[in-house]
C-alpha cells in the first residue's frame, strides 16, 4: 500500500471517529459474512459505529486525534466500536453481543485516555449507565422534600376533614 493511500485511510479513520474519545475493540475476525452484517446492522441501529482497521493505521489515526489508551487493544484482528450513550451503554451492548455471539470476542477499550482490558470492559457493563445514575440522584435530591411534604400534608389533610365533618354538622 503506497504513503498516500495509507495517509488517506488515516484521514478517513479521523474524521469518522471526529471527537470521540470512548472506544470498545472486539476480535470479530471470525465471523461469517451473514453474522457479521446483522451484528453491525443491530449496532447501527442503536447509533453505535463499527470500523474494521489494519492496527498501524488505526494507532497512527488515534495518535493523530490525540486518543490515547488504544496501544494494547490494538494487537491482532480489530475492529472499533464507538458510540451509543456513553461507555457503559457500549461496553453493555459489546457484552450482550459478545454472550449471543461466540466468535465475538472483547479485546479491550480506550475511555477518557485509559486504557481498558477485556475484564474491564465486562465490569463496566455490569455497572449503572449514565440515565440510570441520574434517575438515583434525582430520586435522593428529591427524597427529603417528598418526605416534608408528607409531614405537612399528612395533619393537615386530617385537619381539613375534621374541619369538613363539623361545618356539616353543623349545617344540619
Given amino acids: 500500500m503506497s504513503k498516500f493511500v495509507k495517509e488517506m485511510i ?14 470498545v475493540v472486539v476480535d470479530s ?3 461469517d459474512a451473514i453474522t457479521d452484517n446483522n451484528f ?24 493523530n486525534a490525540g ?5 494494547e487493544s490494538l494487537q491482532g484482528p480489530s475492529t472499533l ?11 453493555k451492548e459489546m457484552a450482550k453481543w459478545a454472550e449471543e455471539i461466540e466468535d465475538l470476542t472483547i479485546k479491550g477499550g480506550s475511555t477518557e485516555g485509559t486504557s481498558l482490558t477485556s475484564d474491564d ?5 455490569k455497572s449503572p ?12 435530591a428529591l427524597g427529603p422534600g417528598a418526605q416534608l411534604a408528607g409531614a ?10 375534621q374541619i369538613k365533618t363539623i361545618s356539616e354538622g353543623e349545617e344540619s
Fill in 10 to 23: 488515516i484521514s478517513e479513520i479521523e474524521s469518522r471517529i471526529g471527537e470521540t474519545r470512548d472506544f
Fill in 29 to 31: 475476525a471470525k465471523l
Fill in 40 to 63: 453491525r446492522l443491530k449496532l447501527h441501529e442503536k447509533g453505535i459505529a463499527a470500523l474494521t482497521v489494519k492496527n498501524s493505521l488505526a494507532r497512527r489515526a488515534f495518535a
Fill in 67 to 71: 486518543v490515547e489508551g488504544m496501544e
Fill in 81 to 91: 466500536v464507538w458510540g451509543g450513550e456513553d461507555i457503559v451503554a457500549l461496553s
Fill in 121 to 125: 470492559v465486562e465490569k463496566l457493563s
Fill in 129 to 140: 449507565g449514565r440515565m440510570e445514575l441520574i434517575g438515583e440522584i434525582v430520586s435522593r
Fill in 152 to 161: 405537612l400534608l399528612g395533619p393537615a389533610g386530617t385537619l381539613a376533614g
